[in-house]
């Protein structure tokens, strides 16, 4: 009697505890997933294991692996165990064969048969397949398909980091002039994008009108709904297995000339820069080429850019200014190379609450300067670093910290796209060292600099400016009415 007593008892306390579970699912969503985060979080914050972490991002949803794939880059902030951990997330996003995206994927789009799971992301998920062209032609293809629910999965994450960031102005003053909440607006635009695979079809089409094919190449687009999205099968490996590899040295340097060169025609050329560039995203495959000189066949790389689903448009204002702030580079003009950037964050409404400017324009000039070149007085590297060991050896990701560190001494909010590219160059520098040789951004960046246009254009610019010239003036706005009259001024 008494064993079916607690029995019951303990029955009632599960049934009530099963309904109140689904109440709080149902009506309030943003609680229950408090309850999964807690659920899934609770083991790795105990043991602080990095592979109890990296898989509690995996299982957290696409905002914690988006934000597991950057912190990794950051080993200058967190222990390089925990980097490695979760760097996997790059290549290796939890993902399953399912028969609801295989038939959600035909049913779109006429002529396709899905096949093997190739992979994924925390968005979508990458099949093999085949697609049968209006014309008849059967070719091999990718069909990325979007996970199910990411959308909404999206929203409630991005609902409590928001309530977050606001909580943490509301309970600090102190942390308003950072714009927390903006910061999360921003990061949500930036991940909505990618839920919509049309963006992604648009960015790989650009890309491949932007790019000549013998700096990289990206796979074609066949057809392209907001959840399904089909491409050219890619063939090749990723860069991280490519390192993994032996090859030539002269393979090896190919490989990072293309890289460095295709890293600077998307910064200063296009302004239009693949915005996740780790090494599982870029395909190195070997092409067999004729050689003229030998009668014989040569191997030589070809870079493939995939998963474009991220693209960071600059503006004109934004490129102008980075352009400026290395050409100031180039003649080793560390206030020039400061101004310019300083100018940069005043003129996007970033320096509203800054302290001390001409001091921040000596700051940015002396990261620009060590950042740019190895062989920096010792007056600029020890404004950022203790010994010059420390300063040779320092990466992007370092720099980019002392970056924030200088911006937030100074009261001044980090330009998005600033933040962008930089996290951007940040994800591929790693592999782009392993390959054995030192990046010289000035050496690399001045083809694009110091073109026929961009020289002629900033002489115009400056004798246009001058009041001491009426006839060049005149000369360079092609008016015949605008010569000056000789009698009564000199011209010099």
Same mark, same amino acid.
């Given at each position: ?27 309030? #969503? ?89 992979? =994924? =992301?925390? $968005?979508? /998920? ?16 990718? +069909? ?13 994450? !991005? ?24 910061? +999360? ?41 907001? &959840? ?16 993994? /590899? ?7 340097? /190919?490989?990072?000339?293309?890289? &460095?060169? !295709? ?27 004729? %050689? ?7 191997? $030589?790389? +070809? ?8 693209? $960071?448009?600059?503006? @004109? ?14 003649? @080793? ?40 070149? #190895? ?82 254009? /900033? !002489? ?13 003036? %005149?000369? !360079? ?9 000789? %009698? ?5």
């Amino acid at each position: 009697m008494m064993m079916t007593t607690i029995f019951s008892v303990l029955l009632c306390l599960a049934l009530a505890l099963a309904v109140s579970l689904l109440v709080l699912r149902c009506f309030f #969503p943003k609680a229950w997933r408090l309850v999964q985060l807690a659920r899934i979080w609770t083991s790795p914050a105990r043991t602080r294991r990095p592979d109890a972490i990296a898989e509690a991002c995996g299982r957290s949803g696409p905002i914690f692996i988006k934000l597991g794939q950057w912190l990794s880059t950051r080993r200058d902030l967190l222990p390089v165990e925990l980097c490695d951990a979760i760097g996997v997330l790059h290549e290796q996003v939890p993902c399953f064969h399912s028969r609801a995206d295989k038939r959600h994927a035909e049913t779109t789009i006429p002529g396709l048969v899905v096949g093997e799971l190739l992979g =994924g =992301g925390c $968005i979508a /998920q990458v099949y093999a397949g085949t697609f049968r062209a209006p014309s008849g032609s059967l070719c091999k293809v990718a +069909v990325k398909v979007r996970r199910q629910d990411v959308s909404a999965a999206l929203d409630t994450d !991005l609902a409590i980091f928001l309530r977050a960031a606001q909580f943490a102005e509301w309970m600090f003053p102190g942390l308003k002039w950072l714009s927390l909440a903006d910061f +999360v607006l921003q990061f949500s635009t930036y991940l909505r994008k990618q839920t919509d695979l049309r963006m992604e079809a648009a960015n790989l089409q650009r890309f491949e009108h932007n790019i000549e094919p013998e700096k990289a190449r990206v796979p074609g687009v066949h057809a392209a709904t907001e &959840t399904v999205l089909v491409t050219d099968l890619v063939e090749g490996i990723s860069l991280s297995k490519f390192l993994q /590899q032996k090859h030539p040295e002269a393979i090896r340097r /190919q490989v990072f000339d293309l890289l &460095t060169d !295709l890293i600077c025609c998307m910064c200063l050329r296009d302004r239009f820069v693949h915005g996740d560039l780790h090494p599982g995203n870029i395909m190195v495959s070997l092409e067999e080429a004729h %050689s003229s000189c030998v009668c014989r066949k040569a191997s $030589i790389p +070809v870079i493939t850019l995939i998963d474009a689903g991220i693209a $960071i448009e600059q503006t @004109r204002y934004f490129s102008d200014s980075l352009s400026k702030a290395l050409r100031a580079a180039t003649w @080793r003009d560390a206030d020039g190379f400061g101004r310019a950037l300083a100018e940069l964050h005043e003129r996007e409404g970033l320096c509203t609450h800054v302290v001390d400017m001409p001091g921040l324009i000596r700051e940015l000039g002396c990261i620009g300067m060590a950042g740019c070149f #190895p062989d920096c007085e010792e007056e600029i590297w020890s404004v950022l670093f203790r010994t010059r060991e420390e300063y040779l050896s320092a990466r992007t990701s370092e720099y980019f910290n002392k970056l924030l560190d200088i911006l937030s001494s100074h009261k001044v909010r980090v330009c998005p796209n600033l933040w962008s590219m930089t996290t951007a160059f940040a994800l591929i520098e790693g592999s782009m060292k392993e390959l054995g040789y030192a990046i010289d951004i000035v050496e690399i960046a001045a083809p694009y600099l110091f073109t026929y246009e961009n020289i002629t254009g /900033q !002489l115009k610019a400056v004798l246009l400016q001058s009041s001491s010239s009426e006839l060049l003036r %005149s000369l !360079l706005l092609g008016s015949s009415s605008a010569q000056p009259d000789t %009698s009564t001024k000199k011209v010099v």
